[in-house]
């Protein structure tokens, strides 16, 4: 993968460079005292709460209040006028608010002063009208998944199960009524409901983004890891399929034209490698709670290091990345992806390679690993 003159420069603290061993990578541009803040990042592509947390965190800051539901409903009366303007489909009576929950009045307005957000709201909207009959059909056997799980995988059954929906399935689906269209929706879990939102909210946000900026330029060339993780587990590409028709069937024209088989397989196959925790703020690693992923493209060129020399913390709806010693010019700047540090060697590697599908080869592996055979 080539990296671009334009991408090499995310922070004036380092570069992206290609490495031998572990694709690219940042490098200190000079020497970097303890506590110098490398990088911030406040512009996630997409971001998916899990539907357990789907009340209890706000989905402006992120807040948390020990599992009480989040004061703020998006109620009617806050969109109505969004919804004049933009001519969309949301009734009164109806509005379900979307699935959308804030600490309170002040983090609901700054969520709702985004450009355009009505258009993501509209989108959350009808997927939250159709959701509990599709959650009805949804079939949760254990055999279904053992099924789904034992096809085998490689590049062209990932290719030819694509080709499949583009040729004969979105084909038959252009050319139905509406109302026959709507029975065609595939029955989904909340999982793929939490999924849908975030590919949701990453063509909206890509849909605005102006291609020359930092964020756009840098998702496009982000890694994939589609091929490693559907391998491990076949389930998943059944599921972006589920996750594929239900935006094809209901996303308004507007987001629509932005769904293209390519960019979910790239949405999707690059989540899996470079998405960071949500995590509950102020409590210690062991007890605090996963709310959700998100995906920061600038934040996603730090390898990771079982001796990191870069700690990452979430403030509110941003992600701060501190050095934690004193860096030298031209060293390499790395983060902990694992959370498992304390572990002995092989059960680290082996974790890291189960769930982030790389050998590592940090120095500290290195070093340790010669010391185990
Ligand atoms: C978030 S990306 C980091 C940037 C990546 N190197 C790239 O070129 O896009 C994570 C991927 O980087 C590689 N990687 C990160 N840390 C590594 C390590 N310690 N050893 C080997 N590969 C590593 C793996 O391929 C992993 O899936």
């Known amino acids: 993968m080539t990296i671009d003159e334009d991408v090499r420069q995310i922070s004036p603290y380092f570069q992206v460079r290609q490495t031998t061993w572990g694709g690219r990578a940042c490098f200190s541009n000079g020497n970097i005292p303890k506590g110098t803040t490398v990088l911030q990042v406040a512009k996630s592509t997409g971001t998916s709460i899990s539907y357990e947390f789907r009340k209890e965190v706000c989905h402006n800051c992120f807040a948390y209040n020990n599992a009480r539901t989040m004061k703020c409903k998006l109620n009617y009366d806050s969109v109505k006028d969004l919804i004049r303007d933009a001519h969309c489909q949301i009734s009164s009576k109806k509005f379900l608010g979307a699935g959308l929950w804030f600490c309170s009045e002040h983090c609901k307005n700054s969520y709702l002063q985004t450009p355009n957000i009505i258009e993501l709201i509209e989108c959350y909207e009808i997927l939250l009208r159709q ?165 920061f493209p600038e934040a996603s060129y730090f390898n990771h290091s079982c001796n990191p020399n870069v700690t990452k913390h979430r403030k509110g709806n941003s992600m701060l990345f501190k050095v934690n010693t004193d860096i030298k010019k031209g060293e390499q700047i790395c983060i902990d992806y694992s959370g498992v540090l304390s572990l002995p060697t092989l059960e680290r590697r082996n974790f890291l390679a189960d769930s982030w599908f790389f050998d590592c080869a940090c120095e500290r592996c290195v070093l340790e690993l010669q010391s185990v055979h």
Request: with cysteine; proline share 6%; net charge negative.
């Open 131 to 295: 959701f509990p009959n599709m959650l009805k059909r949804y079939d949760t056997s254990t055999e279904q998944e053992n099924k789904l799980n034992s096809i085998p995988i490689s590049e062209s059954i990932i290719q030819s199960a694509w080709d499949e929906i583009e040729n004969s399935w979105m084909p038959l689906i252009d050319n139905m009524k509406p109302t026959k269209k709507i029975s065609q929706l595939p029955p989904i879990s909340e999982d793929e409901y939490c999924c849908i939102r975030f590919v949701c909210e990453s063509l909206f946000n890509l849909k605005y983004m102006d291609p020359q900026c930092m964020t756009y330029r840098t998702f496009n060339i982000l890694q994939s890891n589609e091929l490693s993780k559907i391998s491990k587990f076949p389930v998943l590409l059944h599921f972006q399929k589920l996750v594929f028709q239900t935006l094809y069937i209901l996303l308004p024209s507007h987001l629509r034209k932005m769904l293209t088989i390519p960019l979910l397989r790239h949405i999707l196959g690059t989540e899996y490698g470079n998405a960071f925790g949500i995590w509950q703020e102020g409590e210690a690693a062991e007890s605090r709670e996963y709310f959700g992923y998100w995906v």
